[in-house]
């Protein structure tokens, strides 16, 4: 990373020590996760990790989300609360976790398979994760944001699934949601410019049916309307000079997916 600003020098190590944490704490989940687990066991989990790094979890209390993570089952998208639900053999789990430290925010996510998963869904999780490692490669200063969203859309619709347009990916940094959104769907050479010193959370979330969602009666949990499984996966990264640097390195490996 070659940077001649030193005041994105601080902000980049500022982002890297908080995505660190982020990273501790998805993969403290994705060892945890097990048939039988309940959602709201890994929240507690989690906000205790992120406290004793001396962090805040960003989520709680952000427009009221009354929890520290997202864990999102199924045909759950994104924001799903977690609660007493106990995880069984089959399930995907979506985990979503922020972490706020020395005035910048942290924030990632990835699906993570149950137990025994059947193939379409662990295709749907080979293909979401794939698609962000490509989106991450268009993370380059001089690209369009189209770069990011176009990369993504066409693995998903190649693969015979869908992308959501409900939710975006975000620039991110002293406040968790920055500017530009960062849709999982565009043309090459559209959108707002990716410059050297941004910092953005890439975030594909993939239906394995339609695109169309709604919304819990919890007013939080987004699912699919017709009840198809969703991947999501997520990192944070700061655009250097030369490419983006992944400030969320959780280091989840499905080798047997
Ligand atoms: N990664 C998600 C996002 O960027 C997490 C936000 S959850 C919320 O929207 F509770 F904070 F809203
Ligand atoms: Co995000």
């Not at 190590?13 to 982020?22: E, Y």
């Not at 983006?244 to 997916?257: F, K, N």
Request: proline fraction near 5%; include cysteine.
């Amino acid at each position: 990373m070659i940077l001649k600003d030193p005041s994105l020098v601080k902000k980049r190590d500022a982002m890297a020590a908080a995505g660190a944490i982020v990273a501790e704490a998805l993969n403290l989940v994705a060892r945890t996760v097990a048939p039988g687990v309940r959602t709201g066991e890994l929240d507690a989990m989690v906000e205790e990790l992120i406290r004793s790094r001396g962090a805040l979890p960003s989520f709680k209390g952000y427009n009221g989300y009354p929890a520290s993570v997202c864990t999102s089952v199924n045909d759950e998208i994104v924001h799903g609360i977690p609660g007493p639900r106990r995880l069984v053999s089959g399930d995907i789990l979506s985990v979503d976790v922020g972490a706020f430290l020395g005035g910048y925010h942290g924030d990632a996510a990835l699906t993570i398979p149950v137990g025994d998963i059947d193939e379409l869904s662990a295709r749907l999780i080979r293909v979401t994760r794939a698609s962000l490692e490509a989106a991450l490669t268009r993370c380059r200063a001089g690209n369009h944001i189209g770069d990011v969203g176009s990369v993504v859309q066409t693995m998903a619709l190649e693969a015979g699934f869908q992308v959501v347009r409900d939710f975006t990916g975000h620039g991110i940094g002293r406040r968790l949601h920055e500017r530009p959104q960062i849709p999982n769907y565009g043309r090459p050479g559209a959108g707002p410019v990716i410059r050297s010193g941004d910092a953005l959370a890439v975030e594909p979330m993939i239906n394995a049916g339609t695109m169309a969602i709604k919304i819990l009666e919890d007013n939080w949990t987004a699912v699919t309307y017709d009840g198809s499984r969703s991947a999501h996966f997520e990192h944070t990264v700061f655009v250097g000079e030369r490419g983006a640097e992944i400030l969320t390195p959780w280091d989840w490996r499905w080798d047997d997916l």
